[in-house]
């Protein structure tokens, strides 16, 4: 009976929650994405906690649980929301044991009340987007009217697991590629694309230094909200490394000297991560009657699936597609934010796509400041949102290959300035 009243009160208030499932028609093109209209998904608080390296870092000892706490805790703090009026949340993860359970101790320990239900999503690199993409839909869909997407991922406590699986799966060909480790897919676009090692090195420096001048800028503060853990208040990243060059990098041994070329290394490779990220998202008619500042709108997302050996070139798909599912071009994005899973991949997926460097990751990527798998959706969101805002841009679209080989992307309109 409890329940039955809360959900008619919500339609009741918010009638633009109960019509979002009928929209009969999808806006498209510039005009029609950046009109607003009361059944948008919108998002009214996107942060992330900082950054660690991997079993070196200052979240080393920081697992999943510890950091949703202190997440989900100072962003209630920071924005009072009645964490009762929660409808849901998704919370992206990949591997630590026991996922729905901490995500869900994480959130009531946090004061979140057990009456909030929690799901988790894993779809490995692209899970961040992918919770985003759940509570999008349950908004969409009528069935939500305010949730909270979260990512976390613990790479230093909660390594990958090597996939096991029987021998009838193992011997198809594809099956067996799509286990392989994420560093053998990126020998094999180096060495069937024809990506060199020099190629490699000077996209890598390229995100080292706009990460390193971004951290002495103090840029990432806009999207860092500070958290307790461990007995510190941590506000900064330890993963960029500055006086990076493009001779130091060269010098660099190969870390797969065995597969193809051996052309990956340390510096030109995605670093291996600690963090945690949300967003929380809403109705536009329900944000505007209760106050709460707008950052973004969703404007949909898409997932592919690709030759599993060559997992990395997945984002020359998934962004056209999402492009060509409302009606954009390439041109109409003011920022791109692209995984660098691995120079390899992500050099060959910039030139194919043909998209002009001056628009993808204008602060680095993942080979700068670190690839904690489920936090990296929400983290190009958090920090493509952000950017859009100090340069007074519109459309942001995200995107990243997935471990087994696939992609996903995402595209976002920003409402805030600076």
């Known amino acids: 009976m409890l329940f039955t009243s809360r ?9 633009a929650f109960a019509r979002a499932a009928s929209s009969a028609t999808r806006p498209r093109g510039v005009a029609e994405l950046l009109e607003k209209r009361p059944d948008d998904v919108v998002i009214t608080f996107a942060k992330r906690t900082v950054v660690g390296k991997a079993r070196k870092g200052q979240l080393k000892d920081s697992p999943v649980d510890e950091m949703l706490h202190a997440l989900f805790k100072a962003t209630l703090e920071h924005t009072k929301l009645d964490p009762s009026k929660i409808d849901d949340i998704c919370v992206a993860t990949c591997h630590p044991p026991s996922p729905l359970y901490l995500s869900r101790a994480a959130a009531i320990a946090a004061g979140i009340p057990a ?42 406590l909660n390594p ?10 193992s011997e198809h060909p594809q099956a067996y590629d799509c286990m392989q480790p994420m560093g053998w897919t990126s020998e094999m676009v180096a060495e069937t694309y024809k990506v060199s090692r020099q190629k490699q090195d000077e996209y890598a420096f390229i995100s080292h230094s706009r990460a390193s001048k971004a951290v002495a800028e103090g840029i990432f503060a806009d ?23 493009l001779e130091g990098l060269a010098a660099l041994k190969p870390a797969f000297p065995k597969w193809g070329e051996s052309s990956t290394t340390a510096g030109n490779a995605s670093g291996v991560g600690d963090g945690a990220g949300l967003c929380i998202m809403t109705t536009r008619a329900r944000a505007e009657e209760e106050g709460m500042e707008i950052l973004g709108k969703y404007v949909c997302s898409t997932v592919v699936g690709v030759e599993p050996k060559y997992m990395g070139i997945a984002p020359i798909y998934a962004i056209p597609k999402a492009l060509e599912h409302v009606g954009l071009t390439k041109e109409d994005i003011d920022v791109y934010e692209i995984n660098e899973a691995f120079a390899s991949q992500f050099a060959y997926c910039v030139e194919e796509l043909g998209i002009s460097m001056d628009k993808i990751n204008p602060n680095g990527g993942a080979i700068a400041i670190t690839h904690p798998l489920a936090m990296t959706g929400i983290r190009q969101v958090v920090t493509g949102l952000a950017q859009l805002r100090r340069q007074n841009g519109q459309f ?20 805030a300035t600076l």
Do not use: K, W
Request: glycine share 10%.
């Open 7 to 15: 959900l008619t009160l919500r339609r009741a208030v918010y009638p």
């Open 115 to 156: 009456e909030v239900p929690i799901s988790t999503v894993n779809r490995l690199c692209s899970s961040g987007l992918m919770a985003i993409r759940n509570i999008a839909h349950a908004i969409q869909s009528g069935e939500t009217s305010l949730g909270i997407a979260a990512g976390a991922e613990s790479m230093s």
């Open 160 to 169: 990958r697991p090597t996939p096991e699986v029987v021998e009838r799966v």
């Open 223 to 245: 999207e860092i909200i500070p958290v307790e853990l461990g007995g510190s208040v941590l506000s900064v990243d330890d993963t960029v490394r500055p006086g990076v060059t």
């Open 396 to 415: 942001l679209c995200t995107s990243m290959c997935v471990g087994s080989g696939m992609g996903a992307a995402g595209i976002f309109v920003n409402e």
